[in-house]
């Protein structure tokens, strides 16, 4: 999709053909990951492509197990925000905040005084969803499973960790591009990996 620079609020489609742009705020590009709850036990992991004060653009593995209405939270907010979708593709859904206080706030239970203070810069969120790994040497794909996420990092569970070098691509979706990381950590099964 190409904004026209002569037609303003109009864009090009892939076809060549200017459509005109219905959303009343700018969307800002963003690469954001975004917790969808649809039931109070059942979390869904997704990326947050683009957003703006009235919606978003989210991408996920099935967009067939997306109810109509759902909570989203966005991990570097402090806020659950509840959504409608506006439209759905295989991957990915548009939707909008609903407004007039829609906005939920997390609950933060405290710390107790003997557990060390976190020392990330961006929280991570606990996800334990499907992904993927990604060899730089191949296509093929492993399943893995990702226990948690921010924007900076995330941690896996694999069987095989140990033999994972140190750079690879990880998938939140099997057929999506993915995301480039360099591997931190190792303890077991488990690797904790940043994005680069």
């Known amino acids: 999709m190409a904004i026209s620079v002569g037609l303003p609020g109009h864009f090009l489609n892939r076809r060549g053909f200017v459509k005109v742009d219905r959303r009343t705020k700018q969307r800002s590009p963003a690469f954001k990951f975004g917790i969808i709850t649809c039931e109070p036990d059942r979390r869904?992991?997704?990326?947050?492509?683009?957003i703006s004060p009235t919606g978003a653009l989210l991408e996920v593995e099935n967009t067939l197990e997306i109810p109509d209405q759902f909570t989203l939270t966005i991990d570097t907010e402090a806020t659950a925000r509840s959504c409608r979708v506006a439209w759905k593709k295989a991957k990915q859904i548009a939707v909008n905040f609903d407004s007039g206080g829609s906005e939920v706030k997390l609950d933060r239970q405290e710390r107790p005084?003997?557990?060390?203070?976190?020392?990330?810069?961006?929280?991570?969120?606990?996800?334990?969803?499907?992904?993927?790994?990604?060899?730089?040497?191949?296509?093929?794909?492993?399943e893995c499973k990702i226990v948690d996420v921010s924007t900076a990092g995330v941690r896996l569970s694999i069987p095989f960790a140990e033999k994972l070098p140190a750079t690879f691509s990880l998938l939140f979706s099997k057929n999506a591009q993915g995301h480039r990381v360099r591997a931190i950590w190792r303890r077991g099964n488990q690797i904790g990996a940043k994005f680069i």
Not at 122 to 137: A, E, F, Y
Request: net charge positive.
């Open 44 to 50: 869904i992991v997704s990326v947050v492509k683009n």
């Open 113 to 142: 005084q003997n557990i060390p203070q976190e020392r990330r810069q961006s929280p991570r969120r606990n996800t334990n969803s499907i992904g993927w790994i990604r060899l730089d040497s191949g296509f093929a794909t492993r």
